[in-house]
């Protein structure tokens, strides 16, 4: 059964969210730049696990959609994966354009090798947030 998406609908807790996670999330907000292909705006990443992200944007994005997704960390270093968008919703917020909250699931090959890019993705914001004291 499908079911009609509305990006207007008031955000969820945070709780429930929370609940259905099977692995924890590194509260990133802001701390690399992160760059969506399909989308022609600029994004901030929020969090990440070795499950999955969440950003925030002022496009929404459609779920169920597979997207291209590079990270480009503090070095300059770049981390290109696959992910498919789980939901959006918009977002409360202050300013005077709308922001949507869009959480993907990364798409993990079964050769492995995408499954190595997320953990050392992972392992080098987790180093990054403890060096800023974050």
Same mark, same amino acid.
């Given at each position: 059964?499908?079911?009609?998406? &509305?990006?207007?609908?008031?955000?969820?807790?945070?709780?429930?969210?929370?609940?259905?996670?099977?692995?924890?999330?590194?509260?990133?907000?802001?701390?690399?730049?992160?760059?969506?292909?399909?989308? &022609?705006?600029?994004?901030?990443?929020?969090?990440?696990?070795?499950?999955?992200?969440?950003?925030?944007?002022?496009?929404?994005?459609?779920?169920?959609?597979?997207?291209?997704?590079?990270?480009?960390? &503090?070095?300059?270093?770049?981390?290109?994966?696959?992910?498919?968008?789980?939901?959006?919703?918009?977002?409360?917020?202050?300013?005077?354009?709308?922001?949507?909250?869009?959480?993907?699931?990364?798409?993990?090959?079964?050769?492995?090798?995408?499954?190595?890019?997320?953990?050392?993705?992972? &392992?080098?914001?987790?180093?990054?947030?403890?060096?800023?004291?974050?």
């Amino acid at each position: 059964m499908t079911t009609a998406h &509305d990006p207007n609908a008031e955000p969820r807790s945070d709780a429930v969210a929370n609940e259905r996670r099977r692995t924890p999330r590194l509260q990133v907000y802001g701390a690399i730049e992160v760059q969506l292909h399909s989308i &022609d705006a600029p994004v901030t990443l929020r969090d990440v696990s070795l499950g999955g992200f969440s950003i925030e944007s002022e496009l929404p994005i459609m779920p169920d959609a597979v997207h291209r997704v590079r990270f480009v960390l &503090d070095d300059s270093a770049e981390i290109e994966l696959s992910a498919r968008s789980s939901h959006c919703r918009r977002g409360r917020t202050s300013r005077a354009r709308a922001q949507y909250i869009t959480g993907f699931s990364f798409i993990v090959s079964a050769s492995g090798g995408s499954r190595q890019a997320v953990e050392l993705l992972v &392992d080098r914001l987790a180093g990054v947030l403890s060096f800023k004291g974050v």
